[in-house]
């Protein structure tokens, strides 16, 4: 109090100090890690300023001067937390209780700089110099604090019943509780004896203890506890008054902005028993500015959850299962949780809101499975269980049944993620991995004796065991701009005005309704107008937040900032889900940006995939080798530095893993030899630099920027085999004959020395060369052998199966000084492309099974899945209509189905690597895993046609590589295989890292060329020499379901786009509108003579315009169909459809030139 007191001498604010309960270290770290930016109160200095010496006067009678007003820089002058509340957070959220620790370590730090920041405010006419200053209390072994032997309080379920005190149900929460109030009360007690002490003269009287807690039991308990302190004569100002208060954060937050107008803490409060929603007819209930429930007697929107001790009993019965929610990447209503059946895993289907029951993906549940005739994949069910299914029968009952009941943000939902679907955007290389291939997980389950009939499980949340609320989440709020248009009733009071907003939906549900109308409110207007109000504090407003990541439901804020939100990106953090309420509620955490900026949605994607960005800390960076390190030959690592080593890579990589040589031998053969970064010598197991690196998995590469696993002094220097300079290397050393026959292989730790860092286009360059000019040039030499030699490697492999697949991968031109894009090309591929692949997958085979003789159960393989026939369905059964048969029994069939159909479009070269791309999105993704999880036969690499494989290439950009560098070092015995590597339980969670963080950052980059994308078709100031598009585009799917919606996707070649086309000028019911869905064909015929006027079949070339249209909170690519002319707009004129057609058209300039307005909307 001393210290407090003394920052404040002519502060006329309080003095508070604040003793903090464990739910506010679990819900509220926001707000205790918030701190004013000293620039707010430098801006609130100089205003103070200007009122005193500007035209209004400060000292007029009209206008006194009072004490200057207090500047709050935090909740508190000082934040008490007791060991108590450390211990229940550390147990019940490790992620909480990092966070309060190392807010609590670096108060330190800023509790040094307070005399001097305090010194200058006083100066200046401010309030407290502190900063935040957190004390950490032992009330476990303080005597004050104890609760003493044969206490006993009133439980929670006993204040409900009316127990008296002085009951035996007590908890240890309960106790719990008590002895934080006893902390508040100790330290309330010492502000009392603080004051009788130093009556005369004290520096401050306007001081208090604060406790901190959501629990409405423990305020009423601190309040009741209390006896009034003795009084002395005459001392008025603690006459009646307590030794602390309770309050809810959120009270105590109102009253810091009663205080201090300029404080913006309201809306890192978390939301918890309030659920704001549509407004009951009979008014608003709730108190101003409270933390209380505001929902009373509102009806329950999901079942409730089932206590502890139910599930507790019901999971020792095996009536209850527990595990992990996963929502699907589409979808927060439908997902997946992983349950032990016996040995196996199991995948147990969970779909729709109300089984799904308020579970957020990574929540850890307790389930209940339905019975098994409503378990997907029976005659009931439907087939498969898709939306879409068929099935006879009870299956199309059910069906209708749920269809029926499906609610109105049911179908926006919906409309939402088929919206989402059919964005026009970059195409995908691959399918989504499955259960079975990305975990070992069994999708599928035998129901009868046999094992014939095989069902997928579903099952109902029943009960949340651990929430997964400690991620922030990034997107955009969406508002209704509520108009005059509301009801005019004489019994609605205005605070109730909102009431009209569910009318917006019903005009959305009745307009949807009507036949051959498209719907024209996108799903996310429709659920703000039925969930977004004003609270009658006046102060805050109830918004729809909507995250990019769609396996999230919206979030329900309560905030003082609306408007200032609105286009914004922003992050959230999610609070609560009450059963009354439709969506889970949350808090403001922080603004990225605006919309749509390059810098904003860059950090927004990269939030989005929990891709690692951080700068490397501290513990990290002293891993590093010092400045002055010099690389010397070292015992035990073999001198390779008079071979002539090269590199060969794209231009400007400067982080270069891998090099390759190749000699002539006296005996006629030659060695070839792989030389590798050796970055284990750098990273050693174990430490902190290598923790990172397992943790961070891979490096990602974005369009305008590549983030490091590794830092970039072992990245870009010791670790990258940089031309000239020497380097230590793992080698691989193979001796063949020049027919490309292995006759050994060795492996070595080296030293090499790089004669040449070469681009593809310099190495090509070299393979093209004359022999005759290539006398005496050693870089020509031994390219031009690597390029012979992989010639005949590459062969062979094809002719063991390997497949020659496809992507519509493109590069971006990019200004050097803005790096926005200019020009978008194709990758050219050349021939010394196909020889570093080459010889980087022969030493990746080479040392799987090197790995594999020494350590049969602990190596780290890559595994690829043979496809399953389902996935290939659709593409053989559209491949059937130009003629072509794609047979995918294994590799080499496939691969021979390709070749064979190159020669059927012959006459379009593109359709055949068309059908290469769609061939390899049919297939799963290749996974990383460890060799004692599955057989040997499930080790088998499909694309590559290998039996065993790994990564061994890229240890600088991959984990994997760097554990598959240890078991080779173990294995050839230069170095001992580290502990952890012995684990196999500590491999699969690593492999599953592995995997996780590989696919996250391959789709962080994919939706970094899709934002780059958007800029570059955007033209203006954004994207140079961009703007609308006219291209030719190839058909690759054509919507021909009864009563759809006329449309068909488009890949665009140039720009690796696709996309969906839409005839919005033809009526769902249009009798001139041809569906075939036996030859995937759309068209359209004269009404007079029924002659088709025009289609278009899958694999036609169409001709599409692109273009990006702006809404209010984001921004997104468009394909409008140009020709077939007839399909764009049937009922215009062919003369006319040019003028009709599109808003805008790109001059030779390149400058937008404004046409007529477009018909479509």
Known sequence: WELLTRRDDDDGGTVRLAVVDTNILLHHMDVLEYLRDDDDDDDDDND???????????????????????????????????????????????????????????????????????RKQKKNGGGSGSERCFIVFADVHHVDTQIFHGWKGVSKADEEEGVEDGTTTTTINDENDARLRNVARFYGEALYDYRRRRRTGARNANAEVVFLTDDAQSRRLASSEQPPPDERPGDAADRGGLYYRARSMRDHVSLLQKEDPSLTLLDLVAQFHSAPGPPMSEGIRGKDGGGDDDSGGRAACYPPHLSSQTLSRGLQTNRYYQGIYRSDRDSH??????????????????????????????????????????????????????????GGGDGDEEKERGSRSQTADDRNEGHDRQTKKDDAGIAADTAEPSLRD????????????????????????????RRNFHKNYCGSICTIAVSAAAPEEDDIA?????????????????????????????????????????????????????????????????TTQRDRLIGMRI????????AESEYPLGHYVKTLGVTGTKETETQVLLQEFRIPCEPFPAKVLACLPPADYKIELEPGRTDLRHLPVLSIDPPGCKDIDDALHCIELPNGNWQVGVHIADVTHYVEAGTAIDLEA?????????????????????????????????????????????????????????????????????????????????????????????????????????????????????????????????????????????????????????????????????SILRRHPAPNRSMFDGLIQKAKTRGISICIDDSKKLADSLDAAAEITSDDPYLNQLLRILSTRCMSPAQYFCSGEYQAKDWHHYGLAAPVYTHFTSPIRRYA????????????????????????????????NMNRRHRAAQLAGRASVQLHTLIFFAGGDEGEGGGVKEEDAYVLDVETASMSEP??????????????????????????????????????KDAATGKIMASVSVFDRVRVRIWVRSTRDRKELVVDLLEPKILANPHVKDDDVDTEMGASTVTSSGKKKKKKQRISK
């Not at 935090?74 to 620790?101: F, G, K, N, W």
């Not at 009745?510 to 609270?535: F, L, N, Q």
Request: glycine share 6%; proline share 5%; hydrophobic share 40%.
């Open 48 to 118: 103070e300023n200007e009122n005193e010496n500007g035209n209004d006067d400060a000292t007029s009678p009209s206008k006194p001067n009072p004490h200057p007003r207090r500047r709050h820089r935090s909740i508190a002058d000082a934040i008490v937390v007791p060991q108590t509340a450390l211990e229940e957070c550390r147990h019940r959220s490790l992620v909480m209780y990092r966070r309060i620790v190392d807010l609590i370590r670096s108060s330190g730090d800023d509790a040094t700089r307070a005399d001097d920041k305090g």
């Open 333 to 390: 209503t439908e997902g997946y949780v992983t349950i032990r059946r016996g040995e196996d895993r199991v995948a147990v289907v969970i779909r729709g809101k109300a089984d799904v029951n308020r579970a957020v993906d990574g929540d850890i549940v307790a389930i209940e499975l339905h019975s098994v005739d409503l378990w997907l994949g029976g005659a009931r069910n439907g087939g498969d269980g898709s939306d879409s299914g068929g």
């Open 438 to 465: 990305a975990e070992n997980i069994a999708e599928e389950v035998a129901v009868d004796d046999e094992g014939e009939e095989l069902r997928r499980p579903t099952a109902k949340i029943v009960g949340i065991i």
């Open 494 to 558: 205005p605070s109730e005005t909102e009431l009209a907003r569910p009318a917006a939906a019903a005009a959305f549900e009745s307009e949807s309704k009507m036949e051959g109308e498209r719907t024209t409110m996108h799903p996310h207007d429709v659920i703000a107008a039925k969930h977004e109000r004003e609270h009658p504090d006046g102060v805050t407003s109830t918004v729809v937040f909507f995250p990019i990541d769609n396996r999230i439901p919206p979030i329900l804020l309560r």
């Open 571 to 578: 992050l959230v953090s999610m609070d609560s889900w009450p």
């Open 694 to 858: 397992a943790n961070r998995s891979t490096s990602t590469y974005l369009v305008n920027k590549r983030l490091d696993m590794l830092p970039s002094l072992l990245t870009t220097d010791l670790c990258s085999l940089k031309g000239n300079v020497d380097r230590f290397a793992f080698s691989v050393l193979w001796e063949v004959t020049p027919e490309a026959e292995i006759v050994n292989v060795d492996f070595k730790k080296s030293i090499i020395h790089s004669i040449a860092a070469l681009t593809y286009q310099q190495a090509q360059a070299l393979i093209d060369k004359p022999e005759k000019d290539c006398k005496g040039d050693i870089q020509a030499g031994a390219v031009k052998r690597l390029a012979k030699l992989a010639r005949k490697f590459r062969s062979r492999r094809i002719n063991a199966g390997a497949l020659t697949l496809a992507s519509p991968e493109v590069k971006f031109v990019l200004d050097s000084e803005s790096l926005n894009p200019t020009d978008v090309q194709a990758y050219t591929l050349y021939e010394a492309n196909a020889l570093v692949e080459e010889f980087m997958l022969l030493a990746n085979v080479t040392v799987a099974k090197k790995i594999l003789r020494h350590y049969p159960t602990l």
């Open 961 to 992: 590589d760097v554990c598959v560098h240890r078991l080779l070092a173990a294995a050839i015995g230069v170095a001992p295989l580290p502990v952890f590597l012995s684990s196999k339980s500590y491999l699969h969670d690593l492999a599953a």
């Open 1047 to 1084: 449309s068909f996707t488009v890949m665009v070649p140039r720009y690796g786009i696709e996309g969906r086309v839409r005839l919005t000028k033809i009526a769902i019911n249009d009798e001139c509108l041809v569906r075939d869905p036996e030859n995937h064909r759309l068209g359209y």
